[in-house]
Nanobody, 126 residues
Framework: QVQLVESGGGPVQAGGSLRLSCTAS????????AGWFRQAPEKEREFVAA????????PYSDSVKGRFTISRDNVKNTIDLQMNSLKPEDSAVYYC???????????????????WGQGTQVTVSS
């Protein structure tokens, strides 16, 4: 069992930056894959970025590629999402997710993940 807590969300103007952090507790995090997802009002949860257990694979959604960067620190048990050049359409609740199962499912699929945080709100104003 692992618990995930997101932080770093808040209001920001378009073109600005935010850094989200997901802190894991309960177990050693190094064997877990992790991802960031987001959900805007009345929309489905969508994939943002993911990272393999050793950081060797970092897929991104097309909508954030080149603007967002995911990283992990397996000593600190954190997964960070650096978000630059933010747009109003990036506004959403951002969720961190993690899983330690061996699976062939893509990291972009929400059902790939067992553990989820409570989310942190990001609001980008124009």
């Amino acid at each position: 069992q692992v618990q995930l807590v997101e932080s770093g969300g808040g209001p920001v103007q378009a073109g600005g930056s935010l850094r989200l952090s997901c802190t894991a507790s309960g177990r050693t995090f190094s064997g877990y894959v992790a991802g960031w997802f987001r959900q805007a009002p009345e929309k489905e949860r969508e994939f943002v970025a993911a990272i393999s257990w050793n950081g060797g694979s970092t897929p991104y959604s097309d909508s954030v590629k080149g603007r967002f960067t995911i990283s992990r620190d397996n000593v600190k048990n954190t997964i960070d999402l650096q978000m630059n050049s933010l747009k109003p359409e990036d506004s959403a609740v951002y969720y961190c997710a993690a899983d330690n199962r061996i699976s062939s499912w893509p990291l972009s699929r929400p059902s790939r993940y067992t553990y989820w945080g409570q989310g942190t709100q990001v609001t980008v104003s124009s």
